[in-house]
């Protein structure tokens, strides 16, 4: 079972052939949030795990049957959005430092494509620095990462020259 933290499961019920089961065991005990009863796992896990295996023992007057369940318990995918997604910059002019703003799980990596024009650096879904270059609108695909999946946005850079400054002198 590949589970999300923070998000509540489907009932799992196990069929039965053969005998009732009079009692359930369950070892190791399941991670936070979920709950073993008469051999039915419910609830939402709290807390991320690696696969871990577990054996379950149905128990009765004929004896014990054991079977095994893996259960992994992912991140929630990170949703992300930045306030503005069509950036307009100047040459030359340090930008205001762009992050994104985070909702579900937390990204473990963040990657984009294709690479910032010179200047502009990317680190953890945050985008800073001072443009070198003009350029004409491009598009960027941001990716954010984790257990749980990848979620990407894109965002639209155009970068333009310093506007032009005169005065006459008389």
């Given at each position: 079972l590949i589970l999300t933290r923070d998000s509540t499961i489907a009932t799992i019920s196990p069929t039965l052939s053969g005998g009732n089961a009079a009692t359930w065991e369950i070892s190791p005990i399941l991670?936070?949030?979920?709950?073993?009863?008469?051999?039915?796992?419910?609830g939402a896990p709290t807390v991320n795990m690696t696969q871990t295996t577990y054996t379950v023992w149905a128990n009765n007057t004929g004896g014990s049957t054991a079977g095994y369940l893996n259960i992994t318990i992912n991140e929630p995918i990170a949703i992300f959005t930045y306030s503005n997604t069509n950036l307009i910059f100047v040459r030359s002019i340090a930008i205001n430092t762009l992050s994104p703003v985070l909702s579900g799980g937390n990204a473990e990596t963040w990657s984009i494509s294709p690479q910032l024009p010179s200047g502009l650096q990317f680190d953890n879904g945050t985008i800073y620095g001072t443009p070198v270059d003009n350029m004409t609108t491009a598009s960027y695909t941001i990716w954010a990462n984790n257990t749980g999946g990848t979620n990407y946005g894109v965002i639209n850079i155009t970068i333009n020259e310093l506007t032009s400054g005169f005065a006459y002198q008389y």
């Open positions: 991670s936070s949030g979920l709950s073993f009863t008469n051999g039915v796992i419910s």
